[in-house]
């Protein structure tokens, strides 16, 4: 299998070309003498180690979400997550990578001994630019041999500042109003990789901060991401019988304030976290929905007391992480007659709109010739408060009376997905592309 290095990256891959292909070589003849090709020598191997170096500084340059290390039938390829994208980086010769996944296992203090288990985690701070960078790695047994994915936790972007999730200013005075409360329930609901835990964290600091350390944290999570001084981290286990469900029992009798639980996933964490968050704790949490309205008869549906959801709930957030079109080289045009009809009609906003913009499918060299650089958060927000309770009870489960009814009732605290769509939209953060996939 061929894999081509994208135009933009090559620099990254020719650089260090011929120091990969040469270990690559020498490591290929100590695995057949198998005098020379032990776990020890690779720790130690200088090359090995000042590749891994060089991976995980570019990836941090690039500002990747993730690494990934694989091995195909002639070569072995890095691969880093930029934005929603996969993008080849460097090629590795085939036998230099068994190498390079020894180094890393090292570092991550995994052994080296079982490594066909079907999947071994472990972290590894690495440093770079004077910051240090913790990195959760998972490592698996694949066909053509052993694979590892690096997760970047950009732990630095934590201080607590709500600013920096990019909120727009209705959503982020009512997420710093709830964040202030002694009880009740704040829930995110969004996809796998949309920014939840990075929201949810940087709540937690913001409380931390914001009282000075006085209130007693936990967090329950599958596993711990980002780690966090004078936060009570709890990772599941369901080996040991941790889940979220027994750890929040057991936490709930260690006298917290604040409880950060990973996900609501059943009955037994539904009925327990609803309850905590009538009984003097604030509870930070996500859940499966495909936006803010559903959250509720999603909770109702896992059994939660529809008594205790009415006084328990506080706010609920939507989120999705999209690319951000490169604003040095997005191409500014007309909006077409069928895409204005098509925003008149539905993003709710009373105003026009007669330029967006497109992806430069050439990219350009400060996006690495992709088109798109970084991501950007688009929300919608609920606030539970009585006029959305009046209308639970109005609408009776039914979401697009629900939404109707909120846009129309005054006090209600309810930004819809559609709104920000349309703010991206017109700042030339995403093409009509992007705004179609979100709203259906």
Partial sequence: ?????????????????????????????????????????????????QLADIILNEAIEMKAKDIHINQWSKEGIVEFRLGNDLVPIRRIHKHAVDGLIIVLRNRAEVSVENIHALEIS???????GGKDYDMRVAFMPATNGQTAVIRILYSSMLNGNIEILGLPDMVKIELERVLKLKEGMVILAGGTGSGKTTTLYTGIVHIQ???????????????????????????????????????????????????????????????????????????????????????????????????????????????TLQDRLCPHCKIPEPISVADKRWVDRQLRVNKEMLLVHRRNPDGCKECFHKGVKGQILLVEMLGANRAYNRGVEQTKGDIYKMQDYLLETEGAKYYPLEWDVFKHLETGNIDMATAYQLID
């Fill in 1 to 49: 299998m061929e894999v081509q290095v994208q135009e933009g990256h090559e620099l990254f891959y020719d650089k260090e070309k011929t120091m990969d292909v040469s270990f690559g070589e020498e490591y290929r003849k100590r695995q057949k003498t198998d005098t020379f090709f032990t776990a020890n020598a690779i720790r130690a191997d200088k090359r090995l180690n």
């Fill in 122 to 128: 472990g972290r590894i701070t690495h440093t770079f």
């Fill in 209 to 319: 901060k914001s009282t000075r350390g006085k209130k007693k944290i936990y967090a329950i999570e599958d596993p711990v991401e980002y780690r966090v001084d004078g936060v009570t981290q709890i990772s599941t286990d369901e080996i040991r019988g941790v889940t979220f469900a027994t750890a929040l029992k057991s936490i709930l009798r260690g006298d917290p304030n604040v409880i950060l639980l990973g996900e609501i996933n059943d009955k037994s964490t539904a009925f327990t976290a609803v309850r905590s968050a009538t009984t003097g704790h604030l509870m930070l949490t996500t859940i499966h929905a495909n936006n803010t309205l559903e959250v509720r008869n999603a909770l109702s549906q896992l059994g939660a007391n529809p008594l205790d959801l009415g006084t328990a709930l506080k706010m609920v957030l939507y989120q």
